[in-house]
């Protein structure tokens, strides 16, 4: 699996990304996505999860501002970030799971090319 992220940049706080996952090697349907972010130094942590279902979950504090959707004619998966604030730098990636418990396990290896998000205040 191949998994290319991208959209990243600096914005100022109360601004707008869309960040893009491209996805080779992996059914976007047949799999749960998560984003996560890593700031330097820190674990990286699941912000949004979308399941096989098409149900969401997204970590406290970004809840009502991001949104994980996907596009299998694309085969990418996308992170829409509103309202950002400066708490939201970092690195941000992807990856796919088996289910929404999957991709809380920690002992994934295969992460791809993150995408650096910057906020300023």
């Known amino acids: 699996v191949q998994l290319q992220a991208s959209g990243g940049g600096l914005v100022q706080a109360g601004g707008s990304l869309t960040l893009s996952c491209v996805v080779s090697g992996a059914s976007i349907s047949e799999n749960a996505w998560g984003w996560y972010r890593q700031i330097a130094g820190k674990r990286r942590d699941l912000v949004a999860a979308?399941?096989?279902?098409?149900?969401?979950t997204y970590r406290d504090g970004v809840k009502g501002r991001f949104n994980i959707s996907t596009d299998n004619t694309r085969n990418t998966v996308y992170l829409q970030m509103n309202s950002l604030k400066p708490e939201d730098t970092a690195v941000y990636y992807c990856r796919p799971g088996g289910s929404y418990f999957s991709l809380l396990l920690t002992d994934y290896t295969n992460w791809g090319q993150g995408t650096q998000v910057t906020v300023s205040s």
């Open positions: 979308l399941t096989q279902e098409g149900s969401t």
